[in-house]
Every structure is written in C-alpha cells, then in structure tokens.
C-alpha cells in the first residue's frame, strides 16, 4: 500500500511563494533551498513548492489545495489586507464557511472554518 506523503506546486518564483504559504497561511518551513521549499504539514506530510525549469511549468487549476482556518471571514480579510486575490468570498456551505483564495501563481486554494459563522 502507498503512503501520501507530498503534494508539490511549481511556482513562478520560489521566494515570492514561499512568503505566501509560510506568512499568509503559517505554514512551518522545513527544507529551503533555491529549488525547492518543503513545508511541515504533520504526519509524515508535506507541501512542496517547487522553482520552474523546461521540464516543470506552472499550470494554476490543476490542483486547489485546502486548509482549515479558525475563522475564515477574519482570515480572508486579513489575507487581503496582505494583497491576496480572493477568488471567491467567504459563503456557508454544508461542511461549514468556506472561501477561495489565490496565491502568487494563481492556484486556487480553499479556506474553510469547519463550524458555519454567520457574517
């Protein structure tokens, strides 16, 4: 049985994408260096960001990544204070409030808080 253990992203640039998964959604930095940023998810897991190169394209929408935050409304109002596109504002849904937002090479990702809070 295979064990999932990394999600990867390619990025335009590294540094600028880096800032965002480590200031915007607090990830923790494990491994850096100028290829390549790997983020501690827990459990064995992780996010990495990987530099473009002629083989590795940044291709937004094929993948939307999703985290969960203690308040999505404060959160996303937070993140656009930071310049963050807000692909879709925060809306209640079955599984609690959720909204889209976009890092720095467009990939969707999803933000939800899993309790539903009325705005």
Request: aromatic content about 10%; some cysteine; overall charge neutral.
């Amino acid at each position: 049985m295979s064990k999932f253990t990394v999600a990867m992203l390619v990025c335009a640039d590294l540094d600028r994408s880096r800032d965002f998964y480590r200031d915007v959604l607090n990830l923790k930095v494990k491994t850096s260096n100028d290829r390549w940023v790997d983020f501690d998810l827990g459990n064995g897991v992780s996010l990495g960001i990987h530099k473009k190169t002629e083989i590795l394209a940044v291709r937004p929408g094929s993948l939307q990544l999703g985290f969960t935050v203690e308040d999505v409304d404060k959160f996303v109002a937070d993140a656009r204070t930071m310049g963050v596109p807000v692909f879709q504002d925060p809306y209640d849904d079955t599984f609690g409030r959720v909204a889209i937002i976009g890092d720095p090479d467009g990939y969707p990702v999803q933000v939800v808080s899993n309790s539903k809070k009325r705005r």
